[in-house]
Each structure stands twice: as structure tokens, then as C-alpha cells.
């Protein structure tokens, strides 16, 4: 205890805090103060303990004797005495020892002082207070018991400071918060208020189309009767040119005739008389024809003369004497059963937008593409490499075909061109110019000397290729041409149109042709009665193209969901190929028909056998 009432104040509660003892009260406190005033302060020394060692340690022998109590000196009362001391120190370390709470005692005021200083990490500044301190302390100038503690009021201020910093941190956190709510605020009325603005315009403009339009079709309305007197009035007009045409060729033929008889006077020889005799046997032929039919045999007469003065030019003449379609004798019965089970087998990547159609040579085992990067290109099969790559035109590719002979190709064009390439070296040897819009499609005569072409401008056109130039422009769909073939081995030419009707130009034989609208339904026709004989919803995707195989007995349709349809013309079951990812633009057969050919949009040509 000599110790403890030497040390000072603060370093015995340092001790009897880290050692969980409880503090003094005040009053022993001032008395500690007291003492150390009085006798002097006391400093702790750091001593060092050193443990000896078992070895050097000297016991004292114990001599080893019986010793016991006789049993005559035995006392009973020093027996019943202990037995009780053992007993109570039983229950004394049975008993739980509960240790008094800890009292809160007011903080000093050299504590405060010291605690401050270490909080504000000013470690100078304690080290000079501590040791100035501590010199008064010894020499007595300074009284602790004068000193008290510190005022409560501090130590809550000292917390409402604390409190007062955090509180101002989460103030300027919330501020921070909420402006940025602010302008996410601002912001978003301001875009209420531009999208509202655009609603309303759009709204506007839609009201203003709609009205428009309403205008329009009154106006259109209005036209329709005009229209239809002004139709009338030009067929009649054709059909009064046509008439007054021919009896223009009639009179020159007269004028003609008469000029050669005079011609024959002047020279001096009589053919007056047969010609009288001639000319009375015309008279009675032509009286027994109708006018009709006499301006038809003089038109044709007139066309014959027109034809052997045009002898002297490059033009080409259609052949009369057609030579018989060879794939007429695979459509005998006789042969193989038609085949439906195709599987995918090879997948071609040539184009990087979409093919627009593909094509077979008409003798090897070779097929073109054509896509919408304004490329065509010639692959070798199987294996799929590209031969040859044409590029010329100036916009996407619409449709190609190969010559008869299979050494030249015509392709067509959104850029209203038909181009002509020699597939030995890869050139273009000629363009045909003459559409206003883009050309849909095209195909080559069996005699290999014309090319014809239909167009978005409502008109087809028949080019000589020797002459190398536009031979006829055929008129009469209303709508733009879409596709357009002649018949193998014939002069007869099909076109199809976006007027929902097909056309037939110079028709002689009779053939079942194909059609597909955009509703998916698909139609034979006999076009001898020009009346479809089945019609087959294949919807509701539509139908991009149709094409036969060479024994006419199969159907393939390219659909815009990507699925090749095979319809048997026999049993009308339709089978499904599925295998392209995107829509199906077009479909070929292979000449024997064991391959099918099909494009798509994703560019790609893709093989089923």
C-alpha cells in the first residue's frame, strides 16, 4: 500500500483500469494526493527478473521418520476444529463471489487534458504537459486535491461536438443526394416535355395525312369515270388506226399496182388486157372476203415485204420449225418414282446480302448465283468452290440465265439494265438499256438469238441479240412485270405480274404453268382455257418463287419463313424441307431432278439431295 499511495492520481487509475480492479473513491484519493505531497513522489522502475535454475537450487534434505500423532495425545477438539475449517472453506469456494459494479466516476482534469491531446495526435505537446506536469506535482506547487474533475458540461459538449460533426457530414451527404435528385428531376420533365411535344406534332401530322387522304380519294373517285370514258375512247381509237392503217396499205398497194401498169404502156407493151382479166378475179376473191379478213391478208403481205427489206440487217428471226423439248420423255410414266426425301447436305456462304437466284447449267454440273451486293458467281459441284465472279452492274441483282449453248449468261438488275457475260472470260459483251425501272427478270429463247425482260415500269421487252436491240415492247399489265419465260423450244412467253394476273404472249401449245402470291396460295393454270386447275394455300407466309423439276411432276415453292415446299402434282401431298434461318428467295432443280437448289436472304445456297 506504500506504493500505491506514492504513485499520483492518474497512473493508479491507469493500473486499476488495465488490471480491472475497481477505482478508488474521491476522498481516498485526496488522501493519496495528501501523502504524496507530504513524503514525496515515487517513481516505477523497470527490473528485470531472471528465472535460476533448477539445477543450481540447493534442497535441504528432510529426514525421512514416521512422524505421526500418538494415539494417545490424540485431542478430539483439534479434530472437530479442523473438520469445521474444512468445511468452511468449502462452502467459501462454493460460494459465487459476485463482485461489486463498477461506479462511473467523473473524468479528471489532467485525464481530460491527456486524452485530448493523444485524440488530437498532438504527441509533443502531451510529452511537455505530462513532464511539466508531473515536476510541479513533486514539487509541490500544484494541489490535485484544487484541481477537481471535470464539469460535466464538457464531456457533453465534447459528445455534442462529435455528434454535431457527424450530423453535418450526413447533412452534406443529403445535400449532395439530393441535388443530384435534382437534375435527374429536371432532367426528366425536360424529355416529358420534348416527348409530349413530339407526341402532339405526330399527332398533328397524322391528322393532317389523314385528312389528306381522305382528299385524295375523293379526288381519285372523282377521276375514276374519266378515266374509264378515256379508256373507251382509246380502244376505239386503236381500233380506228389499225382499220384506217390498213386501208392506207391497201391504196398504196393499188397506187402500186397502178404505177407498174402505166410503166408498162410507156414502154409499149399490152398487158392491159390480162390485167383487166387479173384484176377481175381479185375483185370477186376479195369480194367474197369480209374487210376484216382482207386487211389481215394485206397486213400480212405488207409484213412479208417489211421483213425481206429488214433481210439486209442484223435482226434475228423467230424459228418456225421448233425443234421437239427434249425433257418431254422424262415425263413418261415409266420412270422412277418422283422424290420428296431431300436432306440438307452442303451450305454455301457466296454473298453478303441476300441471293436473289440461283440457277443450273443447262449440260454440266454447274450452278450461278446472283445477290443483292451486285455480284453473280459460277460454282463448281459438288464441292461448292467459285469458278468465276462477275461484277458491272451498279445495283443489286434481280434474276439470271444461262444461254441454251451454257457459254454466255444474262443477268438483270435494279439499275434497269440486261447484261450479257461470256462465261469464258468472265466479260460483258453486251447491255441492253431501255427500262425506266429497275428489271425484275429474265430468260433466253431456245434459239439462243433473243433475250427478254420484264420490269417495274409495267412492260416487257424482247432484245435481239445479233442486232442488239429492243425488237418489242410488250404492253398491258397494269402493275410492274415481275417475272417473265419463254417455254421451251417455243415462242410462247409467259409473264407474271404484280396486277395479280398472268400473261400469255404469242400463244400456240398448251402447257400448266405455275404461279405464287404473297399470301402464300399457289395455282396451276391451263392456260388453253386460261382457268387455274387447283389452288393451294400454302400461307400465310407468302410465296417468293415456283419452279418445276424436269419431269413436270413436283413443285418446289420458296417461302418467305425459310421453307421449301414440295408439292406432288399426283397425290397433291405437299412435303416440308427445313433448313434455312431466314426467308427463302428462290429454287431450282438439277436437271435429272436428284438436287435441289435453294437461296436465301442470309446470302447463302444451300444443296438438298
Known amino acids: 500500500m506504500a506504493a500505491q499511495r506514492g504513485i499520483p492520481s492518474s497512473a493508479v487509475r491507469v493500473l486499476e483500469e488495465a488490471l480491472g480492479m475497481g477505482l478508488t473513491e474521491a476522498g481516498d484519493a485526496r488522501d493519496t494526493a495528501d501523502a504524496v505531497a507530504a513524503e514525496g513522489a ?13 539445477d543450481d537450487y540447493e534442497y535441504e534434505e528432510i529426514p525421512d521418520d514416521n512422524f505421526s500423532i500418538p494415539e494417545g495425545e490424540e485431542d478430539l477438539a483439534k ?49 511537455c ?68 411535344m413530339h407526341h402532339k406534332r405526330i399527332v398533328q401530322e397524322k391528322n393532317k395525312l389523314i385528312n389528306d387522304l381522305k382528299g385524295l380519294k375523293l379526288h ?13 375512247k ?55 372476203e369480209g374487210p376484216t379478213q382482207r386487211g389481215l391478208r394485206e397486213a400480212r403481205e405488207q409484213n412479208k415485204c417489211k421483213t425481206k427489206m429488214k433481210g439486209n440487217t442484223k435482226d434475228s428471226e423467230f424459228p418456225i420449225d421448233m425443234q421437239p423439248n427434249a425433257n418431254l420423255n422424262v415425263c413418261k410414266e415409266n420412270l422412277s418414282p418422283a422424290k420428296f426425301d431431300y436432306k440438307l447436305k452442303n451450305i454455301f456462304r457466296l454473298h453478303e446480302l441476300p441471293v436473289s437466284c440461283v440457277s443450273m447449267h443447262p449440260h454440266k454440273d454447274i450452278l450461278v448465283s446472283c445477290g443483292e451486293d451486285r455480284l453473280w458467281k459460277v460454282l463448281g459441284l459438288p464441292k461448292g ?68 425482260s420484264s420490269s417495274l415500269d409495267k412492260t416487257s421487252k424482247i432484245w435481239d441479240v445479233n442486232s442488239e436491240r429492243c425488237r418489242c415492247t410488250l404492253y398491258g399489265h397494269t402493275d410492274s412485270v415481275n417475272s417473265i419465260e419463254f417455254f421451251p423450244f417455243s415462242n410462247t412467253l409467259l409473264t407474271s405480274s404484280a396486277d395479280k394476273t398472268l400473261s400469255i404472249w404469242d400463244a400456240r401449245t398448251g402447257h400448266m404453268i405455275a404461279s405464287c402470291d404473297a399470301r402464300g396460295v399457289t395455282k396451276l393454270w391451263d392456260f388453253r382455257k386460261l382457268l387455274p386447275i387447283v389452288s393451294i394455300d400454302i400461307g400465310p407466309s407468302p410465296g417468293n418463287e415456283v419452279n418445276f423439276d424436269s419431269s413436270g411432276r413436283v413443285l418446289a415453292q ?36 436428284e438436287i435441289l437448289f435453294s437461296g436465301g436472304s442470309d446470302g447463302t445456297v444451300r444443296t438438298w439431295s
Not at 220 to 230: C, D, F, G, K, Q
Open 79 to 127: 479434530a472437530i476444529q479442523m473438520a469445521q475449517e474444512q468445511a468452511t472453506d468449502t462452502e467459501i469456494l462454493e460460494r459465487k463471489t459476485v463482485l461489486p459494479s463498477k461506479p462511473a466516476v467523473p473524468e479528471v482534469i489532467e485525464d481530460f487534458l491527456c486524452n485530448f491531446l493523444i485524440k488530437m495526435g498532438m504527441t509533443r505537446t502531451l510529452d
Open 220 to 232: 381519285y373517285a372523282s377521276y375514276e369515270p374519266t378515266i374509264r370514258v378515256l379508256h373507251e
Open 129 to 196: 504537459f505530462q513532464s511539466e506536469w508531473y515536476e510541479l506535482i513533486q514539487k509541490g506547487v500544484t494541489e490535485l486535491r484544487t484541481v477537481g474533475n471535470v464539469p460535466d458540461v464538457y464531456t457533453q459538449l465534447m459528445l455534442l461536438e462529435n455528434e454535431n460533426k457527424n450530423l453535418k457530414k450526413d447533412l452534406k451527404h443529403y445535400k449532395q443526394a439530393a441535388d443530384k435528385a435534382r437534375e435527374d428531376l429536371l432532367k426528366i420533365q425536360k424529355e416529358r416535355d420534348f416527348h409530349r
Open 234 to 288: 382509246h380502244h376505239t381509237l386503236l381500233k380506228e388506226k389499225m382499220l384506217t392503217s390498213l386501208e392506207r396499205d391497201k391504196v398504196v398497194g393499188q397506187i402500186s399496182g397502178l404505177q407498174e401498169i402505166l410503166k408498162n404502156v410507156e414502154i409499149g407493151h399490152s398487158y392491159h388486157a390480162p390485167e383487166m382479166k387479173v384484176g377481175r378475179s381479185r375483185e370477186k376473191e376479195n369480194t367474197s
Open 385 to 452: 468452290n467459285v469458278l468465276l465472279t462477275g461484277f458491272g452492274h451498279t445495283d443489286w441483282l434481280s434474276d439470271c440465265c444461262f444461254h441454251p449453248s451454257g457459254n454466255k449468261l444474262a443477268t438483270s438488275s435494279g439499275d434497269t439494265t440486261v447484261k450479257l457475260w461470256d462465261l469464258c472470260k468472265g466479260d460483258c459483251i453486251l447491255t441492253f438499256e431501255g427500262h425506266s425501272h429497275a428489271v425484275w427478270s429474265c430468260t433466253w429463247h431456245s434459239c439462243g438469238n433473243f433475250v427478254a
Open 558 to 593: 420458296a417461302s418467305g419463313n425459310g421453307v421449301i415446299h414440295l408439292l406432288d402434282l399426283k397425290s397433291g401431298e405437299i412435303h416440308k424441307l427445313m433448313g434455312h434461318e431466314s426467308e427463302a428467295h428462290t429454287v431450282v432443280f438439277s436437271h435429272d431432278g
Open 42 to 54: 515515487y517513481y516505477l522502475e523497470q527490473v528485470t527478473i531472471t528465472e535460476t535454475s533448477e
